[in-house]
Nanobody
Framework: QVQLVESGGGLVQAGGSLRLSCVAS????????MGWFRQAPGKAREFVAS????????YYEDSVKGRFTISRDSAKNTVNLQMNSLKPEDTAVYYC???????????????WGQGTQVTVSS
């Protein structure tokens, strides 16, 4: 079992930045691909970004390319999402997830965090 705990969410003005972190409680962190997803009110959960087990393959949803950066720190069992140039449409609950491959499909992930709220004001 892997427990994931997100942090770093909050309220920010449009154009601002936030850095989300997700800590995984597992000794086998390097075995997992990690992903970030988000869910806005009334909408389905959607893919944001993912990273493979060793960090050399990164994937992004089109609307966040060039603004968001996913990274991982194996020494700290942490995956980060640096979010710059935030827009009101980025407002959502952000979830991190762990799974075997860095898929864009949420059903490929086995473990999920509780989520952290990101609100971007206009």
């Amino acid at each position: 079992q892997v427990q994931l705990v997100e942090s770093g969410g909050g309220l920010v003005q449009a154009g601002g930045s936030l850095r989300l972190s997700c800590v995984a409680s597992t000794r086998t962190f390097n075995n997992f691909a990690m992903g970030w997803f988000r869910q806005a009110p009334g909408k389905a959960r959607e893919f944001v970004a993912s990273i493979n087990y060793n960090g050399n393959r990164l994937y992004y949803e089109d609307s966040v390319k060039g603004r968001f950066t996913i990274s991982r720190d194996s020494a700290k069992n942490t995956v980060n999402l640096q979010m710059n140039s935030l827009k009101p449409e980025d407002t959502a609950v952000y979830y991190c997830a762990a799974g075997p491959v860095p898929s864009k499909d949420e059903y490929s992930y086995d473990f999920w965090g509780q989520g952290t709220q990101v609100t971007v004001s206009s």
